[in-house]
């Protein structure tokens, strides 16, 4: 073997080529996840516009309370009427629980009404309340409107891949990953200032490689930032061995720790018996304390003489996309005498400066701060990020169509096949999920029971059959087909809409109904893009054979590897 | 290449991996654990330093992977750990955190 091939290796030739190994690997084992956790994170910037789309009977009932706003608040139930039903039920169904929390009314004094509480097993538990008679809302005779995850479904995959605790240090480990090959990628690159300026069209791998570096380079600052708040927010999860080495370990440790940090001065049980005393004194001073209406009334303890009644508020939109921490007022009083023990204000926290950054980092990584704006700034930047782990595992596979480099041995061609199949199903394959979703989420029968489950057996089915196909189908091709169908799928989703529920995009911008509409305009822009890429696709592959090039390159993925020259030129360094 | 040269490489490549994976974990734990007794306020550097661990650990990732030898790699992390676990002790010891 030649010398020059043993400078590529881990740890081999400089220090800068030693990085650009590790980046390419490092890169392209994480790429596929990283893209999926960034996509749908970047989805989950509009959350709740995604659910207001795949609740459409919600729209009807939203439109009348918006009408009746003002005039109709004098006939719903007072605060204190609301407060005395909660607990009237929390003492007549839940009566030795650890902790009661009632959510009497929105920011406006009306809306829902709702109570959690702790059960024996120390799970949360909640139920909702009429808000005209305080009677247990039956979940049959909610009207029949279709159950589904909504948004949310985005926010729970990007974190914690629906799989929970598991998915969570999947997804960290991921997170950290693309700290690594943002730090390695930054030194293989030194060109950084040069970069922003340089774009080489229709040159193949080059173009790829520019493209690669062009979105990482530009959105730097927030990928770093993004990547990081995103470990940091989970740190006392990831990072547990201070809390082994000062609190112990196990699930009591952690809860202590968790007293330590959030509840400082929490008290014990006094064993002393003594009823709740009327809680809307508590609640009109603490309002007056934070400055905010209450949206939670959280009493530790009910029942004993040791009880604490804490008021926690609204955060008024306009205050909140001015500060960076997201918290919100509260205000703690004990029960037994009505003394104050605790006051944290709007944006506050009960810590030190550590806790203020953790209260930001959360800010940060959620876009909490800045109103629609960051919103949208974090969606593009979010895409920018997509696109940098896309062009990253495709210049990977590009660069390897020209020029086998025999990494795996024997069964290097077989890998090289596996990858390219990753390629497709994570990159395509994935945008058919989401829009599937949203199909799944119109095509459903409404009154289906575990109606919200199979939306999401849906997403992962999709997925799973675009991997098969990419596995089974030659990469050009599974790369057209799954194009095409990710466009026929967005393009004809306002349809769909029309045709199953008789909403259409029309008539939410006329309405001005923005987050319906933007949900819509948004999947036909994407329909059209991937309908442009599908046609630049055929148009190149058919261009291929009259320019004589090896008849192996019919065999090999996109035709932008075409240009033997360019294949040579460029190497990661 | 002869059979032991791809042998010794890959015995390379796992102990790179090693060294990053878990020396990297090891010297952020050791690091928040070092940070727990940095003050009276426990809880404070200790929250400050779960959030700065990362900092170590992506430092030793790419340290790793850097042409030093892995022997040489694992004399940095153990020594780094036995730092801060030593410092740990001693502000605990003599300063009574």
């Given at each position: 073997?030649?010398p020059?091939?043993?400078?590529?290796?881990?740890?081999?030739?400089?220090?800068?080529?030693?990085q650009?190994?590790?980046?390419?690997?490092?890169?392209l084992?994480?790429s596929?996840l990283?893209?999926?956790?960034?996509?749908t994170?970047?989805l989950?910037?509009?959350e709740?516009?995604?659910?207001h789309?795949m609740t459409?009977?919600?729209?009807?009932?939203?439109?009348?309370e918006?009408?009746q706003a003002?005039?109709?608040?004098?006939?719903?139930?007072s605060m204190s009427?609301?407060?005395?039903?909660?607990?009237?039920?929390m003492q007549?169904?839940?009566?030795g629980?650890?902790?009661?929390?009632?959510?009497?009314?929105?920011?406006?004094?009306?809306g829902?009404?709702r109570?959690?509480?702790?059960d024996?097993?120390?799970q949360?538990?909640?139920?909702?309340?009429?808000?005209?008679?305080?009677?247990?809302?039956d979940?049959?005779?909610v009207p029949?409107v279709?159950?589904?995850?909504?948004?949310?479904?985005?926010?729970?995959?990007?974190?914690?891949?629906?799989?929970?605790?598991?998915?969570?240090?999947?997804?960290g480990?991921?997170?950290?990953?693309?700290?690594?090959?943002?730090?390695s990628?930054?030194?293989t690159?030194?060109?950084?200032?040069?970069?922003?300026?340089?774009?080489?069209?229709?040159?193949?791998q080059?173009s790829?490689?520019?493209?690669?570096n062009a979105?990482a380079?530009?959105t730097?600052p927030?990928?770093?930032m993004?990547?990081?708040?995103?470990?940091?927010i989970s740190?006392?999860?990831?990072?547990?061995?201070?809390i082994?080495a000062?609190f112990?370990?196990?699930?009591?440790a952690?809860k202590s720790?968790q007293?330590?940090?959030?509840?400082?001065?929490?008290?014990q049980?006094?064993?002393?018996?003594?009823s709740?005393?009327?809680?809307?004194?508590?609640?009109?001073?603490g309002?007056?304390?934070?400055g905010?209406?209450?949206?939670a009334v959280?009493i530790d303890?009910p029942g004993?003489?040791?009880a604490?009644i804490?008021?926690?508020?609204?955060n008024?939109?306009?205050?909140?996309?001015?500060r960076?921490?997201?918290?919100s007022?509260?205000?703690?009083?004990?029960?037994?005498?009505g003394?104050?023990?605790q006051?944290?204000?709007?944006?506050?926290?009960?810590?030190?400066?550590?806790?203020?950054?953790q209260?930001?980092?959360?800010?940060?990584?959620?876009?909490?701060?800045?109103?629609?704006?960051?919103?949208w700034?974090?969606?593009i930047?979010?895409l920018a990020?997509?696109?940098?782990?896309?062009t990253?595992?495709?210049?990977?596979m590009?660069?390897?169509?020209?020029?086998?480099?025999?990494?795996?041995?024997?069964?290097?061609?077989?890998?090289y096949?596996m990858i390219?199949?990753?390629?497709?199903?994570?990159?395509?394959g994935?945008?058919?999920a989401?829009?599937?979703?949203?199909?799944?989420n119109?095509?459903l029968?409404v009154?289906?029971?575990?109606?919200?489950?199979?939306?999401?057996?849906?997403?992962?089915a999709?997925?799973?059959?675009?991997?098969?196909?990419?596995?089974?189908?030659s990469?050009?091709?599974?790369?057209?087909?799954q194009?095409?169908?990710?466009?026929v799928?967005?393009?004809?989703?306002?349809?769909l809409?029309?045709?199953?529920?008789?909403?259409?995009?029309?008539a939410?911008?006329?309405?001005?109904d923005?987050?319906?509409?933007?949900?819509?305009?948004f999947?036909v822009?994407?329909g059209?893009?991937?309908?442009?890429a599908?046609?630049?696709?055929?148009?190149?592959?058919?261009?291929?054979?009259?320019r004589k090039?090896m008849?192996?390159?019919?065999?090999?993925?996109?035709?932008?590897?075409?240009d033997?020259s360019?294949a040579?030129?460029?190497?990661?360094? | 290449?002869?059979?032991?040269?791809?042998?010794?490489?890959?015995w390379?490549?796992?102990?790179?991996?090693?060294?990053?994976?878990?020396?990297?974990?090891?010297v952020?734990?050791?690091?928040?654990?070092?940070?727990?007794?940095?003050s009276?306020?426990?809880?404070?550097t200790?929250?400050g330093?779960?959030?700065?661990s990362?900092?170590?650990?992506?430092?030793?990732?790419i340290?790793a992977?850097?042409?030093?030898?892995?022997?040489r790699i694992w004399?940095?992390?153990?020594?780094?750990?036995?730092?801060?676990l030593?410092a740990?002790a001693?502000?605990?010891?003599l300063?009574?955190?």
């Open positions: 073997m030649q020059a091939k043993k400078e590529s290796g881990a740890g081999k030739g400089s220090f800068r080529q030693a650009a190994w590790l980046h390419t690997w490092c890169g084992w994480f596929w990283l893209y999926a956790v960034f996509l994170g970047t989950a910037v509009f709740e516009p995604i659910t789309w459409p009977e919600h729209h009807a009932h939203e439109q009348a918006a009408l003002g005039s109709e608040r004098e006939t719903a139930s009427q609301r407060l005395q039903w909660g607990m009237a039920y007549r169904q839940h009566p629980a650890d902790m009661w929390e009632l959510w009497p009314a929105d920011a406006k004094g009306g829902d009404l109570v959690y509480w702790f024996g097993d120390g949360y538990a909640a139920a909702q309340l009429d808000p005209a008679s305080g009677n247990t809302v979940a049959s005779e029949r279709r159950q589904t995850l909504g948004g949310h479904h985005f926010v729970d995959f990007h974190y914690q891949l629906h799989a929970g605790q598991l998915g969570l240090w999947i997804v480990i991921a997170a950290l990953a693309m700290l690594v090959a943002l730090v990628g930054v030194i690159h030194r060109r950084i200032f040069k970069d922003f300026f340089t774009f080489r069209a229709r040159k193949g080059r790829w490689l520019d493209m690669h979105v380079v530009l730097l927030f990928q770093f993004i990547a990081y708040t995103g470990i940091a740190c006392s999860t990831f990072m547990p061995a201070g082994a000062y112990g370990t196990g699930a009591e952690v720790f007293v330590a940090l959030n509840e400082p001065g929490k008290p049980r006094s064993g002393q018996a003594m709740v005393p009327d809680l809307e004194s508590f609640v009109l001073r309002q007056a304390l934070i905010q209406p209450v949206r959280v303890y004993d003489a040791a604490r804490g008021i926690y508020g609204w008024d939109a306009d205050d909140l996309s001015k960076l921490s997201p918290s007022g509260m205000a703690m009083f004990s029960a037994a005498t003394e104050l023990q006051l944290r204000l709007p944006g506050g926290v009960d810590g030190g400066a550590a806790s203020l950054t209260s930001v980092i959360g800010g940060l990584h959620m876009a909490t701060y800045g109103g629609l704006p960051l919103k700034m974090y969606f930047c979010g990020g997509s696109a940098m782990m896309a990253g595992a495709i210049l990977f590009v660069k390897r169509r020209g020029k086998h480099q025999g990494e795996f041995g024997s069964s290097t061609s077989t890998v096949r390219e199949a990753a390629n497709v199903a994570a990159i395509v994935l945008g058919i989401c829009v599937g979703f949203l199909w799944a119109r095509l029968p009154e289906i029971s575990q109606r919200s489950r199979w939306e999401l057996v849906v997403f992962f999709l997925w799973i059959l675009a991997l098969i196909h990419a596995l089974l189908r990469p050009p091709l599974a790369w057209r087909d194009m095409a169908a990710l466009a799928l967005c393009l004809l989703l306002p349809l809409n029309l045709v199953t529920t008789g909403d259409q995009l029309a939410y911008l006329l309405d001005g923005w987050e319906g509409a933007g949900v819509e305009l999947a822009a994407v059209v893009a991937a309908a442009g599908w046609a630049w696709m055929r148009k190149t592959s058919g261009l291929k054979p009259a090039q008849a192996r390159e019919l065999s090999k993925g996109l035709p932008v590897a075409a033997a360019a040579k030129q460029g190497s990661l360094s | 290449m002869s059979q032991s040269d791809g042998l010794r490489s890959d390379g490549l796992g102990s790179r991996l090693a060294a990053a994976v878990l020396g990297g974990y090891a952020s734990s050791a690091w928040v654990v070092l940070c727990g007794a940095m009276q306020a426990r809880l404070e200790m929250v330093g779960m959030q700065s990362w900092l170590w650990y992506v430092a030793v990732v340290g992977f850097s042409p030093a030898s892995p022997r004399g940095v992390l153990l020594i780094l750990i036995l730092a801060m030593a740990t001693a502000l605990i010891l300063k009574g955190r």
